[in-house]
């Protein structure tokens, strides 16, 4: 593990913004909706990125502008230290490939499955039928599925399944790194844990790199090696798995790991005094973002930009903690 | 002891389909006191929804409900006539759903909806009605009850809206909840924050609380008394305590070894897994429905399998000791 920092990282984004003009009224104007401000990440060759946040704070958003369904309004993406363009779309789509949340929105019911999963190899005109066909039934193989629903539809598969063709249509073309998308809300408790398996068995055996946006914390902390944690467009802490959920820095990281339920029957249900509302993304509250939530927040929270504190591999933006010799130290002020 | 509020014995839901008959729900038995916190917890299919929407009386007719005993304070419900039952809808009984959008009606104001809630069962005035409705929104946790009267139910997030649903079901002080899982499609944080609210809401009136949902974390913080449904069935029942420190049944052993908990499951290392699919359940379903992927799986696992007790009340349908198969 020890030359884990010297190694190039596989993706690499620098300051990416993303900005949506937002019209409230008929009549209005369109205000500036900032969905990303300036958000810099490193993935090495078999992390897997945990991404985590509430609804509305810009991880899907993050999630298309790997995927090249949107273009950053500024920002780089770069794919082993080459830049990424708009031109390069299909250069980024053969390197990241997504799974997504609903197996049953994402595979179109009208489809075979060998149709499903050879897609990407007809779209990029990789090989002909004949190694079509193979790379299929060597995918189909892969992700545990049987070889006779290469000619069934998605309707004939449980939900469990579709997300196996799902991985296997993302896995056919060989990419480097997966975006998994909450790959397993939408799925039952016993089937989440065989995806979950699988995942895990796949990085181990084909060296991929996963992006992996969750809200299940747990799962997060079983799964990934590196953790990011999103609010209102910004990455507010980013360190290793086992760092994060041993010692959480951001108060809201802290809130979130308190919220998480874990099935002990002697505890109650946590006290989060987190308030109710997400503060509105067309007019962010000044100062650092969290701190109307936040039940540290003083005066210079409400009014400074926290700084953006980095100890090694790990950063945390928060106006409480600075850097010292042993890593981020608690400030007092 | 009380008589329960809720008592239901024998419960069985049929779909008729077009080459047989789905058995969703095949005889369940449960009753619940004033205070108290049942979670049905199980997978999709399993019934849990069929079996909360059976109590209230919200399926449709081409569904065949059946039980022995389906008694709310006493009153029968099977032969309760449409227009009692609508009667004692909303007003004795409540439901949560778990969409908060499409449960709220976009046309309508959040006041207006509140108001209708009560104003179909009590003779009070409009005024008097805003009045409630602004209480109850501060009791759910809602700042500027007021103002938020006059809005639409899209100029609130998903977790006001949550709470909107939560104060409309308590307009009538009802003494019966069904919540069916009310925080699958909310945040974590807001998701504690939810249950808490419920959990204080219930302490505070007195309620009974019927909490449907898939979340193993949920149920063992919310909890007091369990039924683990698989296939139509309740395969196990007790004590939070008891279904989470020993549960008998293979399934909900199977069940509480997939889910990765912090500080217990090592990261990396995999997770249990139940092997197979839910056995459809059209036509006759003998046995227990759950012996396909069960690791102890044997012949007998075919007959008929009696409720047996583990503990007191923890009831579980196998024919393996507890004990014995937690070696296994």
Redesign the interface.
Known sequence: MSGMKNREPVLELTNITKTYQVKQGMFSKPKPLQAIGGVSLRLHKKDVLGLVG??GCGKSTLAKILLGLEQPTSGEVLVDGKEIGPADRQLLARRIQPIFQDPYSSLNPRKSIEEIVSLPLVVHKIGDSASRSRAVAKMLDLVGLPERVRRGYPGQL???QRQRVAIARALVINPEIVICDEPTSAL???I???I??LL?DLREELGLTYLFIS?????I????TRVAVMYLGRIVEETS??DL?AGPKHPYTR??L???????????????H?G???PNPISPPPGCHFHPRCPLATDLCATKVPPHVQAGSSHVDCHFYEKSADGLSIQPI | MTDPILNVRNLTVDIPIGAGTLHAVRGIDFELNRGETLCIVGESGSGKSLTSLAIMGLLGKRLQVRADVLEFEGRDLRSMPPREMRALRGDRMAMIFQEPMTSLNPAYTIGDQLCEALRLHRKVSKAEAMTRAADLLGKVGITAAESRLRQFPHQLSGGLRQRVMIAMALMCEPDLIIADEPTTALDVTIQAQILRLLADLKREMNMALILVTHDLGVVARIADKVAVMYAGEIVESGSAKAIFDAPAHPYTRGLLNCIPVPGKTKPGEPLGSIPGIVPSLIGTVSGCAFRSRCELAVEACATTVPERSASGEHMYRCFHEPLKSEVA
């Open positions: 509430e609804s449980s939900g469990g039952d408790v016993s989440q844990s065989q979950l398996n895990a809200h299940n914390l747990a799962v902390e079983h799964l990934a798995a086992a959920f809130a979130l308190d919220s998480v339920l874990t099935p002990d029957p002697s505890l109650a249900v946590p006290d989060i987190l109710a509302t997400f």
